[in-house]
T-cell receptor, first 114, second 118 residues
């Protein structure tokens, strides 16, 4: 299984500011995924981060609000920009393992926006 | 479009008993993958078990087994000998087929909150 380190684990931010979440994997992976989980809800895919190309965003998510970087095959960042209380969620990064394409998740970043 | 349905928002089970968490899915694809994850209150997503659509046998991982009924499009999770530490939210998920151009992303159900009673 892949070991995924996600930072920060939690943060409390002020409205209008931005937060960058980091995701580090212990092995090279082709695709990394960013999910959002709003309070009491299921997970929703924000975007797929590919190394060497722009991220692919899902409907309802835009690059200006959630810019993503993928500088190499083991690292990615997600920025939540110009935050509002509605952005309060758990943000999780995920990668596919080599066996059966099982997806593994980081521990998540619990974000609260005041 | 893929859809995962979990009809049990909450379930209770007595410690040491078995419990089944329901999951049905909707897809027109022949090849797909089904997953179960556990999410404790800490928020992390823990992979439990995987079933491929072409796997002939039901998947098992320790105390977890997946009751896969392809014709009914159901993939129920069975937890045997429940433990207090099993109390968590459980999500069923489906992997989109590679041919769709959306390889490996997961679609999640709404989850079932399991509480194990002492």
């Amino acid at each position: 299984s892949a070991v995924i380190s996600q930072k920060p684990s939690r943060d409390i931010c002020q409205r209008g500011t931005s937060l960058t979440i980091q995701c580090q994997v212990d092995s090279q992976v082709t695709m990394m995924f960013w999910y959002r989980q709003q309070p009491g809800q299921s997970l929703t895919l924000i975007a797929t981060a590919n190394q060497g190309s722009e991220a692919t965003y899902e409907s309802g998510f835009v690059i200006d609000k959630f810019p993503i970087s993928r500088p190499n095959l083991t690292f990615s960042t997600l920025t939540v920009s110009n935050m509002s209380p509605e952005d309060s969620s758990i943000y999780l990064c995920s990668v596919s393992g080599r066996a059966k394409n099982i997806q593994y998740f980081g521990a998540g970043t619990r974000l609260s926006v005041l | 479009a893929q859809k995962i349905t979990q009809t049990q928002p909450g379930m209770f089970v007595q410690e040491k008993e078995a419990v089944t968490l329901d999951c049905t899915y909707d897809t027109s694809d022949q090849s797909y993958g089904l997953f179960w994850y556990k999410q404790p209150s800490s928020g992390e997503m823990i992979f439990l078990i995987y079933q491929g659509s072409y796997d002939e046998q039901n998947a098992t991982e320790g105390r977890y087994s997946l009751n896969f009924q392809k014709a009914r499009k159901s993939a129920n999770l069975v937890i045997s000998a429940s433990q207090l530490g099993d109390s968590a939210m459980y999500f069923c998920a489906m992997r989109r087929p590679i041919s769709s151009g959306s390889a490996r992303q997961l679609t999640f159900g709404s989850g079932t909150q399991l509480t194990v009673l002492p």
